[in-house]
């Protein structure tokens, strides 16, 4: 009772065994698939900060430190002088001091924010070249420098329009302002980006898993190795880079596919088509044309002539004698499938050969002269040909199934194969027969070549993925 308590439980393990490492895998791909997510995130955070600032200023709220993201000290400054502008002259005359030195370093400030370009580092010249072009059209100057000391002067702000001029600045001006920024630079001159710091818990993640999975595949697989395991998933090795994250986008790929989330098959075949129909094409013609090469070279140094010649020489992967052996199940054949179907045709050719002898003997011509003997060669070379083509087939059935018959099968066939070789060993003979084959050669050669030519690869490789559709649904 205990036995079978254990072995339903041991059964229902091995059951769950392949559910558990499917939603495993499903899991793991699912991780990898958030982690490509983050790694594009931070790759393009840079050239759409813009558009998270308008749209989610959140996100950049969160994001900017670990990008070492800090507002510029210099626009941030020239916005603040704004804004005292704007509680000064809501409290105050636009005459008075205070007013007037709040114009005037606005006056300054613009002056160093042309010559000094804060924009540089964020690479923003477009926007820094938007501010000028913006400024130079509202206040109707040709200059920069002029148009912003235009600008910020008590003779343009009068007491009627300033609040007018602060919306402009406000809508036009400040938005470009606000996107600047600055950022740190490591000892080496590179930009300082944090990134690592939430990467580095996925990398400890996968670096486990990897280890793990490989370690159990080899442990079930005796014929590899735990580093043949490694080799063979190499494509994970790719999610441990702390560089080069983009390169993640493979092992996740194959995850996705490998857990059945994804299936990638038909974008796969769609995208390597053209290229595979290429490839398959070319290499196809490589290598008819290589083995016909090697042929020829083998013919004309009359190399393949000493293989025949000398077959010790011939390297054999096991020691079955396979020209005996194909020899051997084509004699059963022949003896045994093919004779007994074709017997009727043997007994007509030996019923014309017979009656044809009978005719031209002179035995034939003195029996013809007997009383009775007009029937002669038709019911007598009958007899005959049925007697000796069913002697013939059972003579040839039973030499060959007796142990002495084969022997001599055997012998008859060493003997011709000895005898042909001493034929071709004639010089003459070689010299006759190593042209007609290397032209036969040439000749196979230069017709595949156009045949393939004319050939559709394209349409090729769809029947061929076709018929691997067509037998993956059945």
């Known amino acids: 009772m205990t036995e079978n308590i254990l072995a339903k439980k041991t059964q229902n393990l091995t059951e769950e065994q392949p559910l558990l490492a499917n939603w495993w895998q499903k899991i793991v791909a699912l991780i990898t698939l958030a982690n490509l997510i983050l790694v594009l995130f931070n790759f393009s955070y840079i050239s759409l900060r813009d558009v998270y600032l308008k749209n989610v200023p959140g996100i950049v709220n969160f994001y900017d430190p670990i990008k070492s993201i800090e507002p510029h000290p210099d626009t941030q400054l020239y916005l603040h002088t704004v804004d005292d502008l704007r509680q000064k002259l809501a409290t105050t005359e636009i005459d008075t001091i205070q007013t007037k030195e709040l114009f005037s370093q606005l006056r300054q400030q613009s002056y160093d924010l042309l010559n000094e370009?804060?924009?540089?580092?964020?690479?923003?010249?477009g926007v820094f070249a938007?501010?000028?072009?913006?400024?130079?059209?509202?206040?109707?100057?040709?200059?920069?420098?002029?148009?912003?000391?235009?600008?910020?002067?008590?003779?343009?702000?009068?007491?009627?329009?300033?609040?007018?001029?602060?919306?402009?600045?406000?809508?036009?001006?400040?938005?470009?302002?606000?996107?600047?920024?600055?950022?740190?630079i490591d000892e080496n001159g590179n930009f300082v980006d944090n990134?690592?710091?939430?990467?580095?818990?996925?990398?400890?993640?996968?670096?486990?898993?990897?280890?793990?999975?490989?370690f159990w595949i080899a442990r079930y697989k005796?014929?590899?190795?735990?580093?043949?395991?490694?080799?063979?998933?190499?494509?994970?090795?790719?999610?441990?880079?702390?560089?080069?994250?983009w390169l993640r986008i493979i092992p996740v790929a194959v995850r996705l596919h490998k857990s059945g989330l994804i299936n990638l098959e038909r974008i796969l075949a769609q995208v390597t088509h053209e290229p595979s129909a290429y490839l398959a094409d070319k290499v196809s013609m490589f290598l008819m044309v290589r083995l016909i090469n090697q042929t020829q070279t083998a013919i004309e140094t009359g190399e393949a002539?000493?293989?025949?010649?000398?077959?010790?020489?011939?390297?054999?992967?096991?020691?079955?004698?396979?020209?005996?052996?194909?020899?051997?199940?084509?004699?059963?054949?022949?003896?045994?499938?093919?004779?007994?179907?074709?017997?009727?045709?043997?007994e007509q050719i030996l019923q014309h050969s017979l009656k044809a002898t009978l005719k031209q003997?002179?035995?034939?011509?003195?029996?013809?002269?007997?009383?009775?003997?007009?029937?002669?060669?038709?019911?007598?070379?009958?007899?005959?040909?049925?007697?000796?083509?069913?002697?013939?087939?059972?003579?040839?059935a039973n030499s060959y199934a007796d142990t002495q018959g084969r022997e001599l099968f055997a012998t008859l066939t060493q003997n011709f194969q000895e005898k042909l070789r001493q034929e071709l060993q004639d010089e003459a003979i070689q010299a006759e027969l190593q042209p007609l084959l290397y032209d036969l050669l040439e000749e196979l050669k230069i017709n595949y070549v156009q045949r393939s030519q004319k050939d559709d690869s394209d349409a090729t490789l769809?029947?061929?993925?076709?018929i691997i559709q067509e037998a993956n649904e059945k």
């Open 462 to 466: 769809t029947e061929a993925n076709q």
């Open 222 to 245: 005796l014929e590899m190795s735990w580093w043949d395991v490694i080799l063979r998933n190499w494509y994970d090795g790719l999610l441990l880079l702390p560089t080069y994250r």
């Open 305 to 346: 002539t000493r293989s025949l010649l000398k077959p010790q020489e011939y390297i054999q992967v096991s020691k079955i004698n396979k020209i005996d052996a194909i020899t051997d199940k084509i004699l059963q054949l022949a003896i045994y499938k093919v004779l007994p179907q074709i017997q009727p045709d043997v």
């Open 130 to 184: 938007k501010i000028k072009r913006r400024m130079e059209y509202h206040t109707n100057t040709q200059s920069a420098t002029k148009a912003f000391n235009k600008f910020w002067s008590p003779e343009f702000f009068t007491q009627e329009s300033w609040q007018e001029e602060l919306y402009f600045f406000d809508k036009k001006i400040r938005p470009l302002l606000e996107v600047n920024y600055f950022r740190n």
């Open 195 to 214: 990134f690592w710091q939430i990467d580095i818990y996925f990398i400890f993640f996968f670096a486990i898993e990897y280890l793990g999975r490989t």
């Open 117 to 125: 370009n804060p924009f540089l580092i964020a690479n923003k010249l």
């Open 361 to 396: 003997s002179e035995f034939y011509q003195g029996l013809k002269q007997l009383p009775g003997m007009e029937i002669f060669p038709g019911d007598f070379t009958e007899q005959l040909a049925d007697y000796i083509a069913e002697t013939t087939y059972e003579i040839l």
